[in-house]
């Protein structure tokens, strides 16, 4: 049973940084796809990112969005990260970590994904 725990949201002001960190536990797969949706009020989740966790490959949605935010791991440690630069008011968002076995090309929607974690609040003040 796979366990996804996220990190390091928070209170900032537009124009500033967050790195967000999802712990992965008890996975014995070694291929899968990881990604960060992110759900703001009133508004569906939204796929931001994600990453082959064997070739590193990255995909972004809208693609513009990784001028400012980029998805990396960390093989050895377990981890996911979204750096988030150049914060806007409308990335306000709870932000959760998920797990495909789907490739990172095509794993893209909530339908995708298997695992869960609980979500991290980023909340950005204008």
């Known amino acids: 049973q796979v366990s996804l725990e996220e990190s390091g949201g928070g209170l900032v002001q537009a124009g500033g940084s967050l790195r967000l960190a999802c712990t992965i536990s008890?996975?014995?797969?070694?291929?899968?796809?990881m990604a960060w949706f992110r759900e703001a009020p009133g508004r569906n989740r939204e796929f931001v990112a994600d990453i082959d966790w064997i070739d590193g490959s990255t995909y972004y949605w809208p693609d513009s969005i990784k001028d400012r935010f980029t998805i990396s791991r960390d093989n050895a440690n377990n981890r996911l990260y979204l750096q988030m630069n150049n914060l806007k008011p409308e990335d306000t968002a709870v932000y959760y970590c998920?797990?495909?076995?789907?490739?990172?090309?095509?794993?893209?929607?909530?339908?995708?994904?298997?695992?869960w974690g609980q979500g991290t609040q980023v909340t950005v003040s204008s």
């Open positions: 998920a797990q495909s076995f789907f490739a990172a090309h095509v794993a893209h929607t909530q339908g995708h994904f298997d695992s």
């Open positions: 008890g996975s014995t797969a070694s291929r899968y796809t």
